[in-house]
């Protein structure tokens, strides 16, 4: 269960060890915050751990241009055949077709 920041308020005399003491305690987020204006967050290691574990995988850790190039140079001639002008027509004429949530 998410437990909700808990909203620390400090002037430029705030004691950053009473927070980070609060923060190992009960392992609840603070919000930390100066003249009304959020300034950081504070979060347990553990927190840190389980959020910085959901973000995206990079797409590209993988990518290998030589491969990219040789695989399209394997789809050389793949349309030979096709009637270019027909393909091109029915192209434009389904771009101009509705779609759900994708207008004209």
Do not use: C, F
């Not at 609060?22 to 300034?39: F, H, S």
């Amino acid at each position: 269960m998410r437990k909700a920041p808990k909203r620390v308020h400090i002037s430029s005399s705030g004691d950053i060890a009473t927070i980070l003491d609060g923060v190992q305690a009960d392992k609840t987020p603070r919000v930390v915050e100066r003249d009304g204006v959020d300034i950081a967050v504070v979060l347990s290691p553990e927190d840190y751990e389980r959020l910085s574990a959901m973000t995206e995988p990079d797409i590209w850790a993988s990518y290998d241009p030589e491969q990219a190039v040789a695989a399209l140079r394997r789809t050389k001639g793949a349309l030979s055949g096709v009637n270019r002008e027909r393909l091109l027509t029915d192209i434009h004429e389904q771009r101009g077709q509705n779609s759900s949530g994708r207008p004209a």
